[in-house]
């Protein structure tokens, strides 16, 4: 059994892997194990508004892979996980938060003998998830943007209220979970590529998914052939980057 690597090691080791070795398997319950970590990564207002499919299945990898237009990456996969964004689901993610709350607060407890903490967390969940979330047809978009825009006259303000604003940062969330999935997967010495290149459409109708669902990602699982890792590693210099105030 391979010695588990650590943050920085599996950081380094992590590649986008085209081509996976076919005669090696990997066990599933250690991707769901990595998939389970990927739940627990930093997601916007704790709204969790995502979803992960699995698939295991070779006869699924087999049409997807068609979907993803037969990238290597795909076709060799042992398995692929989808990340989903589900950014639909607000109402029922602000619902299960303050369920929590009931659990952590104690429930039905009067205004009066809430704590602050507890009165702002359930304003939070209760008032102003829906007024970030909630839109019709982004008409209420563009309402909530113009009232931000002259209240920010006056102080700082959450200027991100659109529903295209929204939709990012959903995406964005879902995307930490993704990377978080890949740098758990390389702990354990498995191999990943993040693949956006695909007819997520078509996708989503082989997995059955709402048309509200949107795909982030998929990201296809396996051991690595030595050709499957193009080349050596080039980044941007750091110091390009790197900006220190």
């Known amino acids: 059994m391979t010695q588990q690597k650590t943050v920085s090691e599996a950081i380094n080791y992590r590649r986008s892997v085209r081509i996976y070795d076919e005669n090696k398997t990997i066990d599933s319950s250690i991707v769901k194990k990595c998939i389970e970590q990927a739940s627990l990564a930093p997601t916007s207002s704790n709204m969790q508004l995502w979803e992960f499919y699995h698939i295991t299945s070779k006869e699924v990898i087999t049409k997807i892979a068609p979907l993803c237009f037969n990238q290597n990456a795909a076709k060799t996969a042992q398995e692929l996980v989808v990340f989903v964004v589900r950014k639909d689901l607000w109402r029922k993610r602000a619902k299960a938060n303050l369920d929590f709350m009931d659990e952590a607060f104690g429930k039905n407890t009067p205004k009066s003998k809430q704590s602050s903490r507890e009165k702002v967390a359930r304003n939070y969940y209760g008032k102003l998830i829906p007024f970030v979330y909630f839109d019709f047809f982004g008409i209420l978009g563009i309402f909530k943007y113009l009232l931000t825009l002259i209240t920010g006259l006056f102080k700082p303000i959450y200027r991100e209220v659109k529903n295209s604003d929204m939709r990012i940062v959903a995406h964005k969330t879902c995307g930490l979970a993704a990377q978080t999935f890949m740098l758990s997967m390389a702990s354990e010495g ?49 110091d390009e980057v790197y900006k220190k105030i």
């Open 190 to 238: 498995y191999d990943t590529c993040p693949m956006e290149g695909s007819d997520t459409w078509r996708i989503k109708r082989v997995l059955g998914l709402p048309v509200s669902a949107e795909i982030n990602m998929i990201v296809s699982c396996g051991i690595r052939k030595p050709e499957g890792v193009y080349g050596k590693r080039f980044r941007i210099p750091f």
